[in-house]
């Protein structure tokens, strides 16, 4: 079954909306804008607060629980000037004294985290990155969107899902196969580098460590010259130049392969990233990877081996 055609699958996000709103309850909190950041995990809401004459005879504090993955990112007066400074630490929370705002509007913008079942409830990535192509290139389909767009449309004037992300293995082990030669393939014959851990879900997501890892699966210098060919070819520098991502995606991160047979690197992984809005709350594209010219690099690098 879509995920999308299940009734109430952004009720998450309208939850972390209602519970940032909760902070300005008392001044009438109205929703401009909410972006979020798939990749950080990470929701920012922005909305009107209008402090009515009299307010600032008002003892009550405006309180925002910090430890609870809460913050203010701004906020500014109907003259844009900034106001953040009016903000105090008490303890671990950010408080503002309700006597110091004059009687205006205020734009606010307040952060906070959100899970990954939450943002699961609002875009639905197609795992499957099925690969097409021809004699030149291989091409990788991607797949993106928002649902309950009509939901989400009834609460945000603008709503932005920022960094949707991919994570796409490209095969290379045919290239090795085909572009390296049996004598320099016999070269590199000593056992292959133990795997690193994964690098991105079955979901298809790029896993947020996986540029960290990138190097502990990287075949040792010492090993020899193959491997040190290995190691420069499946480089993020060197694979940055043989793939590409077609509009409206663009190429992230690149990983070093984690799995090898016959000592030759199976895959490489590759972040795709997108925007969502609700003006354009689907995103279709292509991961293509340029196998024609990257075996010809690797013909290049190992003919003299």
């Not at 705002?101 to 699961?120: C, F, T």
Request: charged share 30%; with cysteine; aromatic share 8%.
């Amino acid at each position: 079954m879509d995920p999308s055609a299940v009734p109430g699958t952004a009720t998450a996000i309208i939850d972390l909306h209602d519970r940032l709103r909760e902070f300005f309850t008392d001044f009438g909190p109205e929703a401009v804008a909410m972006t979020i950041n798939f990749s950080k995990r990470t929701a920012r809401l922005g909305f009107q607060i209008t402090v009515p004459a009299g307010w600032r005879k008002s003892s009550r504090k405006v309180r925002i629980p910090t430890p609870e993955g809460y913050g203010l990112i701004r906020m500014v007066d109907v003259g844009l000037q900034e106001q953040k400074y009016l903000w105090k630490r008490d303890g671990t929370d950010l408080v503002l004294d309700a006597k110091d705002l004059a009687s205006q509007r205020y734009l606010v913008e307040v952060e906070g985290r959100i899970s990954k079942n939450s943002l699961d409830s609002i875009v639905y990535i197609n795992p499957l990155t099925a690969k097409c192509g021809d004699e030149k290139c291989d091409r990788y389909m991607l797949e993106a969107r928002i649902k309950d767009t009509e939901m989400l449309e009834n609460t945000y004037r603008n709503l932005n899902v920022d960094e949707v992300n991919f994570g796409v293995s490209v095969d290379v082990y045919k290239v090795f196969a085909l572009a390296v030669p049996p004598d320099a393939k016999a070269a590199g014959q000593s056992k292959p580098p133990a795997a690193s851990s994964g690098r991105f879900g079955g979901d298809g997501r790029f896993g947020a460590d996986a540029g960290r890892k990138q190097d502990n699966a990287a075949p040792p210098h010492d090993r020899g010259n193959f491997r040190e060919i290995v190691h420069k070819v499946t480089g993020e520098d060197v694979v940055r130049d043989y793939v590409h991502a077609t509009w409206p995606y663009d190429v992230g991160a690149i990983s070093r392969p984690t799995k090898y047979a016959d000592n030759l690197p199976q895959d490489i992984a590759v972040q795709a990233l997108t925007r969502l809005t609700l003006r354009s709350p689907a995103a279709h594209g292509y991961l293509v990877f340029d196998r024609e010219r990257y075996a010809e690099r690797l013909r290049s690098e190992f003919k003299n081996l």
